[in-house]
């Protein structure tokens, strides 16, 4: 049984194909969220690579921030959902999903059995999420996959005391102007990132095992410096951006079963 999960993001778009609930055959993933061509150029990536694959998909499910506004899928579910059901699907005794995307932070809870039991969120402030990486970057003219190798070169992290990120832009280019190390800049820029997003995991409460999901856990330096921050270990898969598709999919192939033994 072929699922397919399409998480529209506020930033990109992510394509998951899943067989049978438990093999992933096919992913994908565009610049570009809810009103862009994002979700189009991430579903023509994924048919391109499967061919005719692409016609015996059996249910589709979207997810993410643009899923009302997709026409194109059987069923649409929340992301808080989607992160669950793909944080577990990857690492099965999760309890804790800290998924930074591009335009906010969420924190979501679960039970031993996988239950969500409580989330909190960052969507009004762009510090803590990846926009407040994607604007240093800029700033920096470095490319947003290069932050974290930079950052680990750092022997003294600068501190950004500023908690808005257009205060925090303003000075990270005098510090910049100061002669600040880059790799100092982008080790406090990480820390940053880490400190805001700490502060709402502990307003959720933290229950290893803990993972990180959306295109921010990527940043090794962010994830380790949230480990030190809330005294735990993060769990990270290279899958981590896809979270949310991986849910989506696996939520299409537990609603096909439902369907088939009622
Ligand atoms: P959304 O679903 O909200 O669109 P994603 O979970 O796909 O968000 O994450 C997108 C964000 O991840 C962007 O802000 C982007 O800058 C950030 N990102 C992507 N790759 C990296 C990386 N290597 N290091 C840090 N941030 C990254």
Redesign the pocket.
């Known amino acids: 049984m072929l699922t397919l999960g399409i998480?529209i993001?506020?930033?990109?778009s992510?394509c998951v194909l899943l067989e049978d609930g438990k093999t992933i055959l096919a992913n994908s993933?565009s610049i570009g969220?809810l009103g862009t061509e994002g979700p189009e150029e991430a579903l023509n990536e994924l048919k391109n690579e499967i061919g005719d694959y692409y016609e015996k998909i059996d249910r589709t499910i979207v997810t993410?921030?643009g899923r009302n506004n997709y026409q194109g899928a059987d069923a649409e579910v929340s992301e808080l959902t989607c992160h669950a059901l793909g944080g577990r699907f990857i690492f099965p005794d999760l309890r804790t999903v800290i998924?930074?995307?591009?335009?906010?932070a969420k924190i979501i809870t679960l039970s031993e059995s996988g239950r969500m039991t409580n989330f909190v969120m960052n969507d009004k402030c762009a510090a803590g999420?990846?926009?407040f990486?994607?604007v240093m970057?800029n700033i920096l003219r470095m490319d947003?996959?290069e932050?974290?190798e930079c950052a680990s070169k750092s022997q003294n992290p600068a501190s950004i005391s500023s908690t808005c990120t257009v205060f925090a832009e303003s000075e990270v280019i005098s510090q910049l102007a100061n002669g600040v190390d880059r790799s100092d800049l982008v080790a406090g820029i990480c820390e940053s990132v880490a400190s805001r997003v700490g502060a709402l995991a502990r307003r959720a409460g933290v229950i290893p095992e803990v993972c990180m999901?959306?295109?921010?856990a990527?940043?090794n330096a962010?994830r380790h410096a949230l480990e030190r921050n809330l005294n735990v270990e993060i769990s990270f898969d290279p899958m981590a951006?896809y979270f949310?598709a991986i849910g989506a999919a696996i939520y299409g192939y537990r609603q096909l079963m439902k369907e088939q033994n009622k």
């Open positions: 998480d993001g506020s930033t990109t992510k993933l969220g993410g921030y998924d930074i995307g591009g335009q906010d999420t990846g926009r990486l994607d970057a947003i996959n932050l974290d999901s959306g295109g921010v990527k940043n962010v951006q949310g």
